[in-house]
């Protein structure tokens, strides 16, 4: 005669992949601050003139910001200008004309540098253009 | 007698409901402050598609500056387009003159609010050397809204380069 065991039954074994998906949201979230700070890298060689006379600029949602560490070292949404033509290709685009683009620049870039991103800026059709200054 | 009977195959569950408000609220406000635009200090220069004056490039209407900036490549004759005007000059060493007559950086605004007591309708126009630091361009604003400021006057400040 056979005896009738009753084991328990055993579940079936299972790794949620839970974590992995909160794993790779937290990447994600730490190469957008990773991009971000090395952007905020650049921007902290630059030693913007201050002001004492200065505004808040009212931040709207289509900003961009062009950072002008020296005279032939030229960036623009992350990228390095290589001609102030560039500028065109990047905000050509009919969106990109009613954005905001803040200047950045160091106190010992040469005025004339200024005047031309400023001039290149008006001929492409951007009519909002603020300079970023350390007061 | 087979105890052990099941699959043995590891099954992989992507469990929607127990993902943890927590971290949902936690990556979600991540991208949130990420975005949020940082408030940012200086001059504010919003140009009119259609500048008021017919022979004038564009207006600048940031702020308490409020005038004109003068296009780079159209400075070859500026007295010829304006009329009324300081001329406020920086050469390329950073030297500052009122009117041609050199002036001490502590004495501009003094200087300056001399010819506006005479005429408050006048306006600044800032000639600035293109080899001149941008500092300097940004002192000369500050210079020219410290001024505006002192006196209660409607901003009227236009730009100029000189070139070589």
């Known amino acids: ?135 | 007698m087979k105890i052990f009977k099941e699959n043995k195959t590891i099954d992989f569950k992507f469990d929607f409901v127990s993902l943890s408000i927590a971290n949902l609220s936690f990556i979600i406000l991540s991208f949130f402050a990420l975005n949020i635009p940082k408030k940012e200090k200086g001059i504010l220069f919003a140009f009119e598609k259609k500048p008021a004056l017919a022979q004038l490039p564009y207006q600048i209407t940031g702020g308490s500056a409020r005038g004109t900036l003068y296009s780079y490549e159209k400075l070859q004759n500026p007295q010829q387009e304006f009329s009324n005007y300081i001329i406020f000059s920086i050469n390329d060493k950073g030297e500052f003159f009122v009117e041609d007559e050199p002036v001490n950086f502590n004495q501009v605004v003094d200087k300056l609010k001399n010819y506006f007591v005479e005429d408050s309708t006048k306006s600044i126009y800032i000639n600035i050397h293109e080899d001149a630091s941008y500092e300097y361009l940004i002192k000369a604003f500050d210079i020219s809204i410290q001024l505006f400021r002192d006196l209660k006057l409607q901003p009227k400040i236009f730009i100029g380069v000189i070139k070589r």
């Open chain 1, 1 to 135: 005669m056979a005896i009738k065991i009753n084991f328990p039954k055993r579940e079936i074994p299972s790794i949620s992949i839970l974590s992995l998906a909160n794993l790779a949201f937290i990447m994600v979230v730490f190469m957008v601050i990773v991009v971000k700070f090395e952007h905020y890298e650049k921007s902290k060689v630059i030693n913007p003139p201050k002001l004492n006379n200065s505004f808040k600029i009212p931040m709207q949602s289509k900003s961009s910001t062009i950072l002008v560490v020296n005279d032939n070292e030229i960036y623009a949404e992350g990228f390095k200008i290589k001609s102030l033509d560039d500028l065109s290709s990047l905000y050509l685009t009919k969106s990109q004309k009613d954005i905001l683009v803040l200047i950045k620049a160091d106190k010992n870039v040469k005025v004339s540098t200024i005047i031309e991103i400023m001039d290149k800026l008006r001929q492409i059709g951007i009519n909002k253009i603020a300079f970023i200054t350390g007061g």
